[in-house]
């Protein structure tokens, strides 16, 4: 028998899958340090990334150049312990009865960063970052936090090399 708890399958939701899902799981790929297993779709996938969006979080110091918007399947959703949706409300499908820990479907809302400038998404990619730290609390409690905010930073969120 292992001593590794298991991983918590989250998925992040919207229609484009562009923006703020996009982000939502970088951040939780990268703060979760491989402890939750991290998925992203949306009910109508956009072509790319959007641009401002892979800009704002390259400031933070992640990478979604290479990102791809991918399709929000059922399987998905069965397959998640928790599914976070963020603008998608009808075309995310809900599967009552399946939970964990009561909150099994989540609505985060925040604003679009759709034909938004970088300047408009940094306040909007750095909410779904202090969502993103507040959930992984959640999913590992008790556990040594590495991910909660620290004093170096001041509460601006990762630590980033010469911001100190």
């Known amino acids: ?9 989250v998925l992040f939701a919207c229609v484009h ?11 939780l790929t990268h703060l979760g340090q491989g402890r939750i297993e991290v998925r992203s779709a949306g009910s109508a996938p956009a072509d ?19 990102e791809i918007p991918k399709v929000l399947t059922s399987e998905a959703v069965q397959a998640s312990d ?42 909007i990619r750095d909410e779904i970052e202090r969502r993103v730290r507040s959930l992984l609390v959640e999913l590992r409690p008790g556990e040594a936090c590495s991910w909660t905010v620290s004093r170096i930073t001041g509460g601006r969120g990762l630590f980033r090399p010469g911001s100190e």
């Open 48 to 66: 790319a990334v959007n641009p401002a969006v892979v800009a704002a979080m390259a400031e933070a110091g992640i990478d979604l150049s290479a």
């Open 17 to 27: 899958n562009a923006g703020r899902p996009q982000m939502a799981a970088a951040f």
């Open 82 to 123: 928790i599914v976070i949706t963020m603008g998608c409300g009808d075309a995310c499908p809900v599967f009552p009865g399946k939970k964990y820990r009561d909150w099994k479907y989540l609505d985060w809302k925040l604003a679009d960063p759709a034909g938004q400038g970088v300047e408009a998404v940094r306040p």
């Open 1 to 9: 028998m292992s001593d590794t708890p298991p991983k918590p399958p």
